[in-house]
T-cell receptor, first 115, second 110 residues
């Protein structure tokens, strides 16, 4: 158990819908990262928050948005869902920046299926 | 061409064999990460290194910055090492954004 929790574990929804994925980082970790893992594209970095502020952005679609709340939990919102959004979405957390030796701890992931 | 390339894509081994997985990258980096993804999907960070060599149990990771290459070695492999091993780099201009390789699927048979 990494100490990072993600809910829900599985989510099945229809095209055009909107969903919210939730992540609670390890106690004391200020950074939260979101990743998407699809069969055809592998793991991709979406976005990072540090202590409530957006810090780095990857290939995140405009239909997707995220935020980190004062209690440090984070939510990833996916809207106008398409079949291609079906993937595993991972959240990870670290104490600080990775380059300063911060280790990332991954949550168990949310499997999103869009029908 | 991907910025991070791994080889081989798939690897099978007999228990006890010495395993090497390779990672080459084409961008400037501040660090390189090795991750392990279990068959159930969970991901564990194994190493983060920016130079030299690190060892943890039967796992050894090395990096050659000049050649832009890293290797992950597993000594005395065991069936429980069966997993996907993923190389990722932190780019030198955006240190917290990871760029991932496509992974190496390792199966170790008893």
């Amino acid at each position: 158990d990494s100490g990072v929790t993600q809910t829900p574990k599985h989510l099945i929804t229809a095209t055009g819908q909107r969903v919210t994925l939730r992540c609670s980082p390890r106690s004391g970790d200020l950074s939260v990262y979101w990743y998407q893992q699809s069969l055809d594209q592998g793991l991709q970095f979406l976005i990072q928050y540090y202590n409530g502020e957006e810090r780095a952005k990857g290939n995140i679609l405009e239909r997707f948005s995220a935020q980190q709340f004062p209690d440090l939990h984070s939510e990833l919102n996916l809207s106008s869902l398409e079949l291609g959004d079906s993937a595993l979405y991972f959240c990870a957390s670290s104490v600080g920046a990775l380059v300063f030796g911060g280790e990332q701890f991954f949550g168990p992931g949310t499997r999103l299926t869009v029908l | 061409k991907n910025e991070v390339e791994q080889s081989p894509q798939n690897l099978t081994a007999q228990e006890g064999e010495f395993i090497t997985i390779n990672c080459s990258y084409s961008v400037g980096i501040s660090a390189l990460h090795w991750l392990q993804q279990h068959p159930g999907g969970g991901i564990v960070s194994l190493f983060m290194l920016s130079s030299g060599k690190k060892k943890h149990g039967r796992l050894i990771a090395t990096i050659n910055i000049q050649e832009k290459h890293s290797s992950l070695h597993i000594t005395a492999s065991h069936p429980r090492d069966s997993a996907v091993y993923i190389c990722a780099v932190s780019s030198s201009y955006n240190t917290d954004k990871l760029i991932f390789g496509t992974g190496t699927r390792l199966q170790v048979f008893p």
